[in-house]
């Protein structure tokens, strides 16, 4: 790591233990931090020592170090201030205001992606949807959950509303979705309502994991088609901001 005189060098030693010891699938010696750290023995005793008293480390009777309690309490704090519109709302409104169309977020409940917030600026538009309504495969908010399937009860989920559509080319919908997961975009007409479109992007974590999707949703004739348009990019923008809030690094 470069040394920078906008940091302080013994903190970022200091975090570079804690995370070594908490990627290890296995609690630690002392020896096999030292290896891993190449801090000096000296410098890493007085490390650990301090970790430890503080109790963000942990050394049981055999001398193996892992995190201690007090992470405990960071992560369950940490939750309590995870709420995803708490923590967002100004940017769903930001993006509203851009674009003058609606704006949803939906989220994994369930079995099922769920629309749980919507944010109107264009009153006169009927978006076919409301809170609490599940998205179907074919919206943008769908494809981008199908995009970043993670697990056999979204695939699953997948499967099932394929069944719905006995003409869908399922070689080109996996090409899009491969796309999708490139450019971090989808487009769709609504299947909910006619003359309607909306274009969806992702809430990503540190893992890439889709936390949540927002799809922003207005007349066809207004909604972009494709990722080059100026505005896309613009609310791209402010949606990899809204995913570095969860640790995402592009």
């Known amino acids: 790591m470069k040394k920078s005189t906008s940091t302080i060098g013994s903190l970022v030693h200091a975090i570079n233990i804690i995370d070594i010891v908490t990627k290890s699938e296995f609690p630690l010696k002392f020896s096999e931090i030292q290896e891993l750290s190449g801090i000096s023995k000296s410098n890493l005793y007085k490390y650990i020592n301090t970790l430890l008293h503080m ?4 050394r049981d009777k055999q001398g193996h170090i892992m995190l201690g309690y007090k992470f405990l309490e960071y992560g369950n704090a940490a939750m309590k201030n995870n709420d995803i519109v708490t923590k967002l709302t100004s940017y769903f409104k930001e993006i509203s205001n851009l674009t003058n169309m609606s704006t949803s977020l939906t989220v994994w409940l369930n079995d099922t992606p769920v629309i749980t917030n919507i944010w109107n600026t264009n009153y006169g538009l009927n978006i076919g949807a409301q809170i609490g309504t599940k998205l179907p495969l074919l919206s943008a908010g769908g494809k981008m959950f199908a995009a970043y399937a993670s697990n056999d009860e979204i695939r699953q989920w997948i499967l099932n509303e394929q069944k719905k559509y006995p003409d869908l080319d399922i070689e080109a919908f996996q090409q899009e979705l491969e796309q999708i997961r490139q450019k971090q975009i989808a487009f769709a007409n609504e299947p909910l309502v ?57």
């Open 55 to 58: 109790d963000l480390l942990y």
């Open 194 to 250: 006619n003359h309607v479109s909306s274009w969806s992007f992702p809430i990503l974590n540190y893992k890439n994991e889709l936390i949540a999707a927002v799809a922003i949703i207005g007349f066809t004739d207004e909604v972009p088609k494709d990722s080059s348009s100026s505005l896309v990019q613009q609310v791209l923008q402010l949606g990899q901001e809204m995913s570095s809030i969860y640790g995402y690094k592009a």
